[in-house]
């Protein structure tokens, strides 16, 4: 796939694991010129350390001045993007596990202002630098009800039905297209951070149709081609990557084993 002369905006690189980065390389091993952001100042650091050949910017999109500067920030690199990617999420699980209807206001409408109404207004600030058949890519997760996402499930659900709404919003002038992508569990830092992650980590890589976990590499190959002209009939979805996970949730060696316990 030959991405020469193509320009794409990465935001939410942290560091070597992550899905964005992947993506960055990806884009770049294809001839693209990419910008990236990032949320704070060390991860801005890390950035320029791994991708010192392209712009980088500190965009917290939890400051309402950031993203009314964000076109000016890309203006300075480029006049037009052909896409960028949205690989932004954040939830406080600083106190532990809760169920979900102890969650906290001032926690959920964090989540929801970085992890998904960030997209929408992102999409806005940059409607003008986008070409008109510009492809705008968030990422999701497989299932919102299958891990222990808690109250980032739901934000994310939000998500994914934001895509398609901007989808529609931006048909009225253009040609741009917005899609997600569902991403199985990944073993990444962020995740880390996620309370129980690791036993469902463990559980989810049993219940792919190959026995094997899901690669950080696959959901940024599957980023690229929905960035690129390639995917150009796809449009408004949420491109499910999770190697059958969410077709396998009855798995006959699981329920096996489980029922040999009882």
């Not at 320029?48 to 001045?65: G, M, Q, T, W």
């Not at 962020?190 to 094997?212: D, F, H, V």
Request: charged share 20%; hydrophobic share 35%; with cysteine.
């Amino acid at each position: 796939m030959d991405l020469s002369n193509k320009c794409y905006y990465i935001a939410g690189i942290a560091n070597k694991k992550s899905v964005a980065y992947f993506s960055a390389k990806l884009l770049i091993e294809a001839g693209a010129k990419v910008i990236l952001s990032a949320q704070n100042e060390s991860n801005l650091e890390k950035i320029n350390k791994l991708f010192p050949d392209s712009p980088a910017f500190i965009l917290n999109v939890e400051d309402e001045n950031d993203i009314n500067n964000l076109k000016n920030q890309i203006l300075k690199h480029t006049k037009s993007l052909d896409g960028f990617l949205h690989s932004l999420a954040f939830a406080n699980f600083s106190e532990g596990p809760k169920p979900f209807h102890e969650t906290k206001r001032a926690d959920y409408l964090q989540a929801c202002q970085i992890s998904a109404f960030s997209l929408t207004e992102m999409s806005n600030q940059l409607k003008d630098v986008l070409s008109p058949t510009a492809s705008v890519v968030t990422v999701s997760i497989s299932s919102t009800k299958a891990t222990s996402y808690g109250y980032l499930g739901p934000i994310k659900a939000m998500l994914e039905n934001s895509v398609c709404y901007l989808a529609k919003s931006f048909s009225e002038f253009s040609k741009v297209r917005f899609n997600s992508v569902g991403a199985g569990p990944l073993k990444t830092s962020a995740s880390a951070g996620i309370p129980n992650y690791i036993e469902n980590y463990l559980y989810s890589e049993q219940l792919t149709l190959r026995k094997e976990s899901l690669k950080t590499i696959e959901v940024a190959q599957t980023i690229k081609f929905l960035l690129s002209p390639v995917s150009s009939g796809i449009n408004a979805t949420n491109q499910i990557v999770d190697c059958g996970m969410s077709s396998n949730y009855f798995d006959q060696d699981i329920v096996k084993t489980y029922s040999k316990n009882l």
